[in-house]
């Protein structure tokens, strides 16, 4: 089975501007959750979509927003880039959504650098 | 208080030893724990996961879970310097029908020949 996989890789953009990152989780998952992780502040959870609907979400700011489609792909959207919002952006996939059994399997990251 | 607490080491261990992760929560409603291995570079890559009290076993690891302790470990046997990584700790912290996986800062693991 194919992996989790993120597009693009990797992303330069300058402060002001927006920026559209890409993930198609595992064949047969539906939930999808996005994290963003620095140095300073590690791995922290900005939403999770199932089913096309957003079921959680982290302390981001509204600026951070994100969808899914009827084929599990999820697509985050960041506007308004600020310096800080460089960072490595991961997007991972289950089988279910709940409080119980989650077991999430990443992507390869995006990595985003904002000049 | 951090909801997902580590100590962020560095934890120097000699090859064949076992190395031990720690890991502690705050929400006394939490469910399911996970550990999740990251290489320099690389994503996260799951590893463990637990929901039940007690030891679960998968080759060289063992979670470990105390719900009362609100305390969930890793041990590695036979450490190999191939387990050099970061080892991050998970707790789901979400309700019913919706999860809210919150991560440790991390425990940097280092074994030496």
């Known amino acids: 089975k194919a992996g989790v996989t993120q597009t693009p890789r990797y992303l330069i953009k300058t402060r002001g501007q927006q920026v559209t990152l890409s993930c198609s989780p595992i064949?047969?998952?539906?939930?999808v959750s996005w994290y963003q992780q620095t140095p300073g502040q590690g791995l922290q959870f900005l939403f999770e979509?199932?089913?096309?609907?957003?079921?959680n979400k982290g302390n981001f700011p509204g600026r951070f927003s994100g969808r899914q489609f009827s084929n599990s792909r999820s697509e985050m959207n960041v506007s308004t880039l600020e310096l800080g919002d460089s960072a490595l952006y991961l997007c991972?996939?289950?089988?279910?959504?709940?409080?119980?059994?989650?077991?999430?399997?990443f992507g390869p990251g995006t990595r985003l650098t904002v000049t | 208080q951090k909801e997902v607490e580590q100590n962020s080491g560095p934890l120097s261990v000699p090859e064949g030893a076992i190395a031990s992760l720690n890991c502690t929560y705050s929400?006394?409603?939490?469910?399911?724990f996970f550990w999740y291995r990251q290489y320099s570079g690389k994503s996260p890559e799951l590893i463990m996961f637990?929901?039940?009290?007690g030891d679960k076993e998968d080759g060289r690891f063992t979670a470990q879970l105390n719900k009362a302790s609100q305390y969930v470990s890793l041990l590695i046997r036979d450490s190999q310097p191939s387990d050099s990584a970061t080892y991050l700790c998970?707790?789901?912290?979400?309700?019913?029908?919706?999860?809210?996986?919150?991560f440790g800062s991390g425990t940097r693991l280092s074994i030496r020949p």
């Open positions: 929400d006394r409603g939490s469910q399911s």
């Open positions: 064949s047969g998952h539906r939930s």
């Open positions: 637990i929901y039940s009290n």
């Open positions: 979509y199932f089913s096309e609907t957003q079921r």
């Open positions: 991972a996939s289950s089988l279910t959504s709940g409080a119980t059994t989650y077991e999430q399997y």
């Open positions: 998970a707790v789901n912290l979400g309700y019913s029908s919706a999860s809210k996986i919150i």
